[in-house]
């Protein structure tokens, strides 16, 4: 899912997602709270309505957020108090009150309210997150269906209903149907905890999916592996699980190899907008001046609006003169990038070629080429 | 023409140009040779190829910029020798030099190398800028006619000799042929040096076209206007009228009234990057909370990709959350609105009623509407 973090993914328009294939996006109800407001969307017809995206959206519920206001927030069993890192002013956050905020917001996948630890957190912190995390999951599933059972699924505008003009091309209104919540399981890099918590939470209910939160926040990549491979045993295989906040192109892989089927990062636009570019041969850095005079695409291999139509060249000259174009075009194959490295993970499994097929994607991405391909 | 001083209108795209209908765009020779040097382009098959856009592109031969640069510049007879605002390195600008940079850029229209003066200047002090800037015109001539004769057409690659993937859908390979020299006009706001000026460049060519230079840099409206009817009486009516930097909407109409054809202004974009928006109904500054929870689209009339799809409550968030896509759509829709503009005003020239359309134009553009529409 490209990261659309404030009802935008940044710099790309909806037309841009949907020309480059992309399924789902994930917006952040901490910061839409904050800015424009949650109920300011509500009233514009939900998220879909608003930054005019009618395919899937998941919102993240905040809690990475809230948790990280280092000193500016205050932990209770009944939820977060803070104070908004735009203005000071003061909020508090409860599994209820998350709840209703996503609510407004009307995305398809919801993600529960969990209180959310630092990535070494020694494993009675752990514990007492996670099992006050599986506390907060019960009372988030309490609040959605009662708003449900009162209210019936999250008032949406259909785009047709919208004010506008003849012609106005966009596609489909936007579905009206109820909300799937999606608990997340904790239990930082200790893998009897993270067991603990899968069961926990499926025993408390029959999910619709399920988020594999606090991995990339600083441990290694063999304890993350190992991690999702705990995880991935102890959660029903015929439900997505989704790996929060992850990742570059070798994480989603190693993601997939180990049951992930849905991922999150900011990186493809982020590192786009610092010239960053993902090529089947490894990462590459567009400002190296090797680049200035290369007339070939970022990836021989693309077939993105980028790489179809300008060189390495252009984007570097793009780049140094600091123009949005250049992170525009970039953040357009990154994204692109990853989507079509998911397609043909899906393609792979399909055949019954993951191991193999991960194998060489990965020996390949790592490997750096001998000639400058 | 969309300004694209550095070989991109900022944050568009050439698809987006074509899509809002925007025909010619300019760029700047002064810029370009800096970074990412005019002789890099050329080895790119030149600024077409570069950039990815076939249609037509003039130049600025970068006159404005090296005169801008105060104090770190030395005008002579010869030329211009300055610093490089980027880097501090030592150039020099003759209109020798100039005409082999654009040459290298390969625009399809190019500016004359000139001696610009700053706007208020008195009589004499324009008399001799005027006067070089004629002998400097010579010169430009001598010089492409000299490049021309030796080299025919400047080199440029069509698009399909680019190494490139099956399915590119870029349309037509760049055209080859000879570029358009077009002389500036100048003399301040002195009318009889004006059309001094424009006599002395008739008599040294049947020129393609004429730039007017040396407006809106400071003067009064009503002097400017009064200027343009100078001029215009004095060019010959069968050629386009270039009226260099201009403008704002309400600076097309009345330049159009006098006579003028293209035009060129960062306005839209740069003014697009502020929360500026043009609408039939004077411009709007989005950032304002009277538009937080407006529903609709900037203008009520326009069809471009913006108020086809978001409303003004969407974009204003965009911006005071200072997102990329937020300035992206102002800086199409302001574009859209002046290529608008122009195909409105080319519609009343045809049928003969200039003067009424202009000034139902300027009366509604001026006046403060009594409801907010």
Redesign the interface.
Same mark, same amino acid.
């Given at each position: 899912m490209a990261v659309g973090t404030? &009802? #935008?993914?940044?710099?790309? @328009?909806?037309?841009d997602l949907r020309e480059l294939g992309a399924q789902m996006i994930l917006s952040n109800a901490y910061h839409l709270h904050l800015?424009?407001g949650d109920e300011?969307i509500r009233?514009?017809g939900g998220l879909h309505s608003?930054? =005019?995206w009618n395919g899937p959206i998941l919102t993240d519920s905040g809690g990475f957020q809230v948790f990280s206001l280092e000193g500016l927030r205050t932990v209770s069993e009944d939820g977060v108090e803070f104070r908004s890192h735009i203005d000071g002013s003061k909020h508090v956050f409860t599994p209820e009150s998350v709840m209703r905020i996503e609510r407004n917001l009307g995305a398809d996948v919801i993600m529960q309210f969990d209180h959310v630890i630092p990535g070494q957190s020694e494993e009675s912190v752990a514990r007492d997150a996670s099992e006050r995390s599986l506390r907060w999951l019960a009372r988030c599933m309490a609040e959605i269906e009662r708003l449900q059972a009162s209210g019936g699924p999250p008032p949406t505008t259909t785009i047709a209903d919208?004010?506008?003009?003849p =012609?106005? #091309?966009?596609p489909l209104p936007a579905p009206s149907h109820p909300q799937a919540l999606f608990p997340i399981v904790q239990g930082g890099i200790h893998p009897s905890l993270r067991a603990e918590a899968a069961r926990a939470i499926r025993d408390l209910g029959d999910w619709p999916g399920f988020g594999i939160g606090g991995l990339s926040v600083g441990e290694t990549k063999p304890d993350m592996y190992r991690i999702l491979e705990v995880v991935d045993g102890e959660l029903p295989r015929d439900r997505p699980r989704y790996l929060m906040g992850v990742g570059f192109p070798e994480d989603l892989v190693e993601g997939v190899r180990r049951g992930v089927d849905l991922f999150d990062c900011v990186a493809p636009t982020r590192m786009g907008r610092n010239g960053a570019a993902f090529t089947r041969d490894g990462r590459l850095n567009i400002k190296r001046t090797e680049f200035? #005079?290369d007339?070939?695409?970022l990836d021989?291999e693309c @077939?993105c &609006?980028t790489?179809?139509?300008? #060189?390495r060249?252009?984007i570097?000259?793009?780049v140094?003169?600091d123009?949005?174009? =250049?992170?525009?075009?970039l953040s357009l194959h990154n994204v692109h990038f990853l989507v079509q490295l998911m397609r043909d993970a899906r393609v792979a499994i399909r055949a019954g070629t993951l191991d193999a097929w991960s194998r060489d994607w990965l020996t390949r991405y790592h490997t750096r080429p001998t000639s400058n391909v």
């Open positions: 404030l &009802a #935008t993914v940044k710099s790309l @328009d909806p037309v800015r424009p300011l009233d514009f608003f930054m =005019g919208r004010p506008s003009l =012609g106005t #091309t966009f200035r #005079t007339p070939r695409p021989s @077939d &609006a790489c179809r139509r300008f #060189t060249a252009y570097r000259h793009l140094a003169a123009e949005i174009l =250049g992170l525009r075009l």
